[in-house]
């Protein structure tokens, strides 16, 4: 039956060259990438056997080794992957849980993923090959960590299958992912920052000794401990690999019996009553366009997937600042108006997001300046809040009141300017967009010099119109307080007069070109 498993997993793979020719080229570039960084951490762990210092090695593997434990558990989690070989598929078979658990676990073993972590650890045996019994150990320590990265895997592979089975499911595990991406450039940052010929070494060691004691770093430091020779450490800790592959072991029994008896998961269908945001605002053109917006942005996964990036964003700006030693006093000023430019510069495409359901407003004769103030209305609200809370924040953090006034000045100029500039942009330059109901993370296919040009336009224009706003600001950080005031002044009156010729140009623009912006989007 093994052997059945084996042979079935071996066809599979066989069936990805069956592809359309560029999807073969990928695979095959792929493949070349995947087995070229093997070979190549192969050679350089060979290497490492003629170092003698055996206690740095050690630490490095016990932490490259437990990351490389949570990646095989994470990814599949995070992103989700297409399980071919999901228990759920032989449940017509016949087939004793046990025997299952065993052809699935063993045919885990043939794949890239697979081969490239079998090339990685070999060269790790070679590395700790320094005396019978120390090779002895670093076999066993290999093969435990081989076969509990498979295990997890296949763990979290089922698991996934279940759980991610629905487009909402996928989509929110989705942005945690890129959300837990994001949140560990800061551990880089922080990691590059430090002045390893000094003080790197007892960083590496605090942080090596006690995961090598758990799951994640037994089976990688148990061999290296032996090199050490610290045998009663390295069996003790190869005890506890043994262990945790037992664990897994029987959890993979469970879910396999689990998953076997399960019904798949399938997305519930939610009853509404009344027309929810239709029945809450007025009944005008836009009342009902500021309705349907703040719909999309509530339930389009293309909206809120943008919405929830935006908070992240100024973390990847602070924390390399703070790094490089810039005082608080200046970095706790970036937030705010940075998520209000990214918030005005959000709808710069928004037209291109309907379709081809513009064709609603081009056929009802919709004003275009009630189109394009409708759209605004739920960033409208968003800034509103980000502004109000953001600034109140800022200056309880910093302690100094008399920067609320730069602070509510500058972001409020780059949001109005953002949302001035890109209802102008949206209706002259829509281009391709992701289409509704496809996955937020996919790239449409358009010409990347308009869709640059359009970009680069909304941002740089935002930035032109706060720029007054900003110099002042400066003025009252460096110069004088009393500068403050006239950044607020010069920041909402040129924001809205921005925004307030921005809606009505696009407007003329939107009601003008209603045919051609039709056309675009049945073309994309």
Not at 26 to 49: D, E, H, K, M, Q
Not at 505 to 510: C, E, H, S
């Amino acid at each position: 039956m093994v052997a059945q498993f084996l042979r079935l997993k071996l066809r599979l793979l066989a069936n990805i060259f069956r592809r359309s020719p560029w999807q073969v080229v990928g695979i095959v570039v792929g493949l070349v990438y995947g087995v070229g960084a093997a070979t190549l951490l192969f050679v350089s762990l060979v290497g490492l056997r003629f170092i003698d210092d055996v206690e740095v090695i050690r630490d490095v593997f016990i932490v490259a080794g437990g990351a490389t434990l949570i990646g095989f558990v994470v990814f599949p989690l995070a992103f989700g992957v297409d399980d071919t070989m999901d228990p759920r598929r032989f449940a017509l078979f016949g087939v004793p849980n046990r025997t299952l658990a065993i052809g699935l676990a063993v045919s885990a073993t043939i794949g890239i993923p697979a081969f490239a972590l079998a090339v990685v650890l070999t060269g790790t045996v070679v590395t700790w090959s320094r005396g019978v019994g120390e090779t002895v150990m670093a076999i066993l320590g290999a093969g435990l960590a081989f076969a509990t990265c498979l295990l997890l895997a296949r763990l979290a592979t089922s698991i996934a299958s279940v759980l991610l089975a629905t487009r909402r499911a996928r989509e929110v595990s989705g942005v945690l992912g890129i959300l837990l991406v994001v949140l560990l450039s800061p551990v880089i940052v922080v990691l590059i920052s430090i002045d390893w010929a000094s003080s790197g070494l007892d960083v590496l060691e605090s942080i090596a000794g006690p995961l090598g004691w758990t799951p994640l770093g037994a089976a990688f430091a148990a061999p290296g401990d032996a090199a050490a020779g610290d045998w009663g450490a390295a069996v003790l800790k190869l005890l506890i690999a043994i262990a945790t592959l037992g664990v897994l072991w029987f959890a993979w029994e469970a879910v396999v019996a689990q998953v076997l008896v399960s019904p798949g998961r399938e997305a519930s269908a939610k009853s509404y009553r009344g027309l929810g945001w239709f029945d809450r605002l007025p009944h005008t053109a836009t009342g009902a366009i500021a309705a349907r917006s703040i719909t999309y942005w509530f339930r389009d996964a293309r909206y809120w997937v943008s919405v929830l990036m935006i908070p992240v964003v100024p973390v990847l700006v602070i924390v390399p600042l703070g790094l490089a030693g810039i005082p608080l006093a200046y970095t706790a000023l970036i937030p705010v108006p940075l998520m209000c430019l990214l918030l005005g510069w959000s709808l710069h495409n928004d037209t291109a997001f309907d379709s081809t359901a513009i064709w609603l407003h081009t056929a009802s004769g919709v004003r275009g300046t009630a189109d394009r103030t409708g759209r605004l209305v739920p960033v409208l609200i968003t800034g509103a809040v980000v502004i109000g809370l953001g600034s109140a924040v800022t200056v309880f953090v910093l302690g100094d009141g008399r920067l609320l006034p730069s602070i509510v000045g500058v972001s409020t100029a780059l949001l109005f300017a953002g949302l001035g500039v890109g209802s102008i942009a949206s209706a002259r330059f829509p281009y391709p967009a992701v289409k509704p109901g496809d996955s937020p993370f996919q790239q449409p296919q358009s010409s990347g010099a308009i869709t640059a040009l359009v970009q680069s336009i909304t941002m740089f224009g935002s930035l032109l119109v706060a720029l007054p706003a900003i110099a002042f600001a400066a003025l009252g950080l460096f110069v004088d307080p009393s500068w403050h005031t006239a950044s607020f002044a010069a920041g909402v009156g040129l924001g809205l007069l921005v925004l307030v010729v921005g809606i009505w140009l696009g407007g003329r623009v939107f009601e003008r070109r209603g045919p051609e912006i039709l056309a675009a989007a049945m073309r994309a």
